[in-house]
């Protein structure tokens, strides 16, 4: 297996793949990406589909761009905070899942 910055890169046999398909998803759903190989040949890959939305990365260079063009800082209304706590407690079961 050969680890970089930005993701996992596992290399399997096609083999273990029907073997351990579920395990190899759970890899995959985890932003790992898969080599599936025959015969020592790479033969098909396996990715993590596009996750919708946008990056807070890109979010906060994208406000730092509107304040250098607008000379305005970009300021999130009252609701924000409530709207966040709703989605992170919506996601709370699903997250601490994973974990245990």
């Given amino acids: 297996m050969i680890g970089s910055m930005e993701h996992e890169v596992a290399h399997v046999s096609s083999a273990e793949v029907i073997r ?4 190899i998803l759970d890899r995959v759903e985890r932003r790992a990406e898969v080599i599936v190989e025959r015969d020592m040949r790479p033969v098909a890959r396996l990715q993590p589909a596009p996750r919708p939305g946008r990056l807070l990365s890109k979010c906060i260079a994208l406000a730092k761009a509107h304040e250098a063009e ?31």
């Fill in 70 to 100: 607008k000379g305005t800082v970009p300021t999130l209304d009252d609701e924000f905070g409530r709207d966040l706590e709703e989605i992170i407690a919506g996601r709370r079961d699903a997250l601490e899942s994973r974990w245990n």
């Fill in 20 to 23: 351990n398909i579920a395990a």
